[in-house]
Structure formats: C-alpha cells, structure tokens
C-alpha cells in the first residue's frame, strides 16, 4: 500500500465500533471517487481498509479511535504520508441533545478514556473552524446544533494536527442519514485560512461563548479547558495547552468562571507572556491583521494600563487599503490635555462621534474617561491633532464664549455660571428658586424679582495649546 504521493494528505479515521463513524463514512465513501488500498503486510492489527482520494486518504480501524495512541506513526509505516487527521466519531450524553461537534483530545489529569494522563494532542485550529462554520452553514431546518467542545479524552500521543467530528448525542442522531450527510461534507470541504489561535478557559463542555466567538469573528481556537478541569491545570499544562495550539492569546469565559480561577490563571498566562483578550477586543479586531491588533493592545497596556482600546471605522479601512501594514507604521500622539479634556467633559458623545470620522483609534479608561491619547498612521500624527483642535474648538463654542489667538496658540474660554452667593444676597433661598435660576427663568424673592443674570458671573480660562505630538 505504499504510496507515490510527494504531497502530504489529510486522513480521515474511521471506526468499525462506533456507528456514527460508520455513517459518516458512508457518505464520505459516496460523495468522490475512492480507490481501494491494499492494507494486508502491515503490522497494524487494527486496519481494515484504506482508500485513496484527491487530498484525502481514508482509513478503517477495528477498534475504537481514543485508544489509538502513535496513530501517526502507524500511518507514516503503511505509506500513507498525513498532515492532518480528522477523525470521524460519535458524541455520547445523557442530555440527548442533537448537536453537531468538532474539539481536540487531551487530559488535564488522568487518563481515563485513551491517552496518557496530563497530555495534550496537538489541535487543528484552522480545521476545527472549518468544520464549524460548515456544518453551521448546513444545519438550517435539521433542528441540530453546532458547538465546539472543550479538551477531552484520548489519543494524546499524536505529533499530527488532529481534531474530532461528531455527530450526537445518541443513537438515533448517530445513525441519522442528516447528521451523517453534514458532518461528511464538512470533512471533505475543509479549509485551513491562517487566523488568529485562542487558548480558551471557562465554561461548561460545550464551549457556547467560545463557539459563538469563532463562528462568528476571525479568529479561531486551539485547547479549551471547561470549569471542570480548571483545578488541575498548572503552569506545565498551561503552557502545553499554548505551545501544541500555537496560541496568538487566551480567552477567558468571565461569567462562568470564579475569581479565584481567573486570577489563578492570569497569572499563569502573564508568567508566559501572553495576552487575555475580552470579547469586545476579539470583535473590535474584525478587519486588522493580528500583528497589528496585538502591537495596538500592548501599546494601550503600556500607555495606559487597563484601558480599552477603540478602532474606529475610519482606522479599520485605512488598515485595510495599505498593503504589507508594520506595527511601524502605527504612531502615537497625545492630544493637548487642555482643551482635549474641556471638549469631552461638555459633549463627550459628539467627541467620540468626532473620533469616529478620523482615522485614528483612541484609549477609554474604565471609568469612560478618554485619556487623549490616539494612535495613527506614520505621517498622519500632526494633520489628524490640528483636525482634532480645530474640532474641539468648535464644540465648545456651542457653550461657551470662546476667543482663539492662532498666533499665540491660546484659547480663551469665557463661561457664565451660577453664584449662589449672589442669589443668598438677593434673598433668594436654596432649593426650588435656585434650580429656576439655573434654568434661565426668574424668580421672586421677598417681593423682588431676580433675573438670572442678576445672580451670574463671568470666569474666563486661559489654554495655551501646544499642539505638540508626543511620540511614544
């Protein structure tokens, strides 16, 4: 069964003893032409039969797949050069449910079911998404679900990719010509698109945030660890988990996981120098190339610890129409603190709307404060500070009294606000009639009339604008 190929296949194993193997098969077996191999010579009790097809091998075992340690080995000794397997299998629950799966094996602590305990297999985080977002794209009308599952069972010694597709959750969907027909053509229209890789903690064994997250974004996941495990993983298993995957960054499902885990693993993955990312960052990604993206966050970490980094659409297409971006190319400058902050505490939403139409993202602390500083395009730093001025200028005009000298780089900025020792001399009690003053109507006090200009003062402050950029 030696084969002439020079170019590495995809495997598909199959298994005699689990019927939602069997059906998928079938309709592997039924949707191209295979040839037959001949498998008699080889030291491998377990084989059935092999095929060939473009891309693809497919090999029968008789015997159950999670057992099936150094199954590498044993495909390179019959010939059958691989580059990824993808096993066809069954998932098994109580609950019943019709769901539609893909995950990677592994045990974060004994080896009960196949593998070697506290090892993990070495996932397809390109083919897993695949699957996914094929079977996604089918199950419409089927009443089955698409999930990813968490890291669970054996093979464990494997030195190949390797992910599991599932049908379940009991007899009745394993045998289901549906199932079979989704996850088959799932399999054979697998495409592996480089995208960021997620390790992913948190949850129950079906992965709902973290599938939702792929299906989804641009991104997708290697090992994910439900609650469950949490316990039993150390820096060790934490670092396998990410070196195996090739992990970009972690993903944590923060509802569901306690803070004692989530600070316990946040210090691991700070230990291995890898970035947390929340839901919001993976979305706000959409559009930028990961290099880019996760220079922008260790920027914002650095400038600005614990703030949150805004793209705006304008940022996102200006990314998108240079060809070969750096993180060189991305700048820093930091907006005159003066004004920058005086236009947000009057109008922050048309600030931000302001931001919106520049190409440049910006920082926004927790608390909702914009600390001012902005990151742009190399060249682009001092034209989109002078817009922003300008801009800031224009809004705080709309409230107060406002006297620019270009020559001098100074803003004056005149505004009237309420006395209340005024209004007290007047007569005017606290309470009610002051709230009528502060509203521009007047009111009578002891007999007296009292307008509100009577009881408003005039305060000018003076900006001096440096309009300098700080480069970072």
């Known amino acids: 069964m030696k084969s002439n190929e020079k170019e590495a296949r995809i495997t598909i194993l199959c298994s005699t003893v689990d019927s939602a193997s069997q059906n998928i098969k079938e309709h592997i077996l039924k949707m191209r032409e295979w040839v037959p191999l001949n498998v008699t010579g080889y030291n491998w009790k377990e084989l059935v039969c092999a095929y060939s097809s473009e891309g693809f091998w497919l090999v029968e075992i008789d015997a159950h797949h999670i057992y099936q340690d150094g199954i590498d080995r044993k495909l390179e000794a019959c010939g059958l050069k691989t580059r990824l397997i993808i096993v066809a299998s069954k998932h098994k629950s109580k609950d019943g449910n019709r769901v539609l799966t ?3 094996t592994g045990n974060s602590g004994n080896a009960e079911f196949g593998g070697h305990a506290r090892e993990l297999s070495h996932p397809a985080p390109f083919a897993l998404k695949s699957i996914l977002i094929n079977m996604q794209n089918m199950v419409k009308d089927t009443g089955y679900e698409v999930t990813m599952e968490s890291t669970h069972h054996g093979p464990t010694d494997v030195s190949l990719p390797m992910v599991y597709a599932e049908t379940g959750s009991a007899e009745e969907q394993w045998k289901d010509p549906v199932a079979g027909e ?8 697998v495409k592996e698109e480089n995208l960021p890789i997620a390790v992913g903690f948190g949850g129950g064994h079906y992965a709902k945030r973290q599938s939702k997250l792929l299906l989804e974004n641009n991104i997708t996941f290697g090992h994910n660890f439900p609650n469950h495990q949490l316990d039993k993983l150390d820096l060790e298993l934490v670092r396998q988990a990410i070196d195996k995957s090739n992990a970009d960054f972690v993903y944590f499902d923060r509802r569901a996981m306690s803070s004692a885990h989530k600070e316990k693993i946040t210090r691991i993955i700070k230990d291995l120098g890898l970035q947390l990312l929340r839901e919001s960052d993976i979305t706000d990604m959409q559009g930028l190339p990961w290099h880019i993206y996760s220079h ?9 610890p614990g703030s949150r980094l805004r793209i705006t659409n304008a940022f996102r297409q200006m990314i998108n129409d240079t060809t070969d971006v750096k993180t060189e190319d991305i700048q820093i400058f930091e907006m005159d603190e003066g004004i920058f902050s005086e236009a947000v505490s009057v109008d922050k939403k048309k600030v931000i709307d302001l931001l919106g139409m520049l190409d440049v993202a910006y920082l926004e602390r927790d608390n909702g404060t914009l600390p001012g500083i902005m990151m742009c395009k190399q060249g682009k730093e001092k034209a989109s500070a002078d817009m922003l001025i300008d801009e800031c200028i224009k809004i705080l005009k709309e409230h107060y009294e406002i006297k620019y000298i270009p020559e001098e780089m100074t803003l004056y900025i005149t505004e009237e606000r309420f006395n209340p020792e005024l209004a007290r001399e007047l007569g005017v009690p606290p309470g009610p009639m002051f709230a009528e003053l502060k509203n521009g109507n007047p009111v009578t006090a002891n007999g007296r009339i009292v307008e509100p200009l009577m009881v408003y003062t005039k ?3 003076r900006i001096t604008l440096g309009n300098t950029i700080t480069l970072k």
């Open 102 to 104: 893909a995950h990677y």
């Open 182 to 189: 989704i996850a088959a053509q799932a399999i054979l229209n």
């Open 296 to 304: 922008m966050l260790r920027l914002a970490d650095r400038l600005c």
């Open 459 to 461: 305060t000018t402050r």
